[in-house]
């Protein structure tokens, strides 16, 4: 039972590289995040998908893509990495998006863009 | 936006002690939880709590949606406890959560 599995763990860039962190659940969830952690701050969404095939902009969406692929599975890509989105990456999913749904998060991605 | 503040931003107690977790949040909310990430960096809710107090073993919190702060308890603190626990409100205005920075807890043995 994996739950949220995503990859790479870890991941150095350097500026102007692209990469696509990769995400999926097994858990028939139909709503899936990605967030972003900076040292001394809270989770900040980046994108959602509420339903497979939708996908709609978070908190700070600016230098990121997503994909919803399929239920399982949701993408992130930096097309031009910048050092100011170094930072761990946790993708997440939940059964529907009400609020009365808990999330259940991926072991999270470390990325430095040097 | 909503603003979600917590306090203290650092706690240091010994194994067997209690403490007591804020979340301050500045407008009316539509859910709350509660999550403990471990120093090893997983995040696992803890709580849904919107209002009223719940309770899961040594952990319980309670959220006076009215006066708008939750608290979250943890009785007889273990090692395992150490590490960030985060508040996350959600605005009725839309689904994306609104976290706290988080109150770092370490339990030394």
């Known amino acids: 039972n994996a739950g949220v599995t995503q990859t790479p763990k870890f991941q150095v860039l350097k500026t102007g590289q692209s990469m696509t962190l990769q995400c999926a659940q097994d858990?028939?969830?139909?709503?899936m995040y990605w967030y972003r952690q900076d040292p001394g701050m809270g989770l900040r969404l980046i994108y959602y998908?509420?339903?497979?095939?939708?996908?709609d902009k978070g908190e700070v969406p600016n230098g990121y893509n997503v994909s919803r692929l399929n239920k399982r599975e949701f993408s992130l890509r930096l097309e031009s990495a910048a050092p100011s989105q170094t930072s761990v990456y946790f993708c997440?999913?939940?059964?529907?998006?009400?609020?009365?749904?808990?999330?259940?998060f991926g072991a999270g991605s470390r990325l430095t863009v040097l | 936006g909503i603003q979600v503040e917590q306090s203290p931003p650092d706690l240091i107690l010994q194994e067997g002690a209690n403490s007591t977790l804020r979340c301050n949040f500045s407008?009316?909310?539509?859910?709350l939880q509660w999550f403990h990430q471990n120093p090893w960096g997983q995040l696992i809710n803890l709580f849904y709590?919107?209002?009223?107090?719940k309770q899961n073993g040594r952990l319980s919190a309670t959220t006076v949606a009215t006066e708008r702060y939750s608290l979250l308890y943890i009785s007889s603190s273990q090692t395992t406890d150490s590490g960030v626990y985060f508040c996350?409100?959600?605005?009725?205005?839309?689904?994306?959560?609104?976290w706290g920075a988080g109150t770092k807890l370490i339990i030394k043995p």
């Open positions: 997440a999913s939940s059964l529907d998006r009400t609020g009365a749904n808990v999330l259940t």
């Open positions: 858990m028939n969830h139909n709503s």
């Open positions: 998908s509420a339903s497979e095939g939708t996908t």
């Open positions: 407008d009316s909310v539509n859910n």
């Open positions: 709590i919107p209002s009223g107090t």
């Open positions: 996350a409100v959600e605005p009725w205005s839309n689904y994306q959560l609104i």
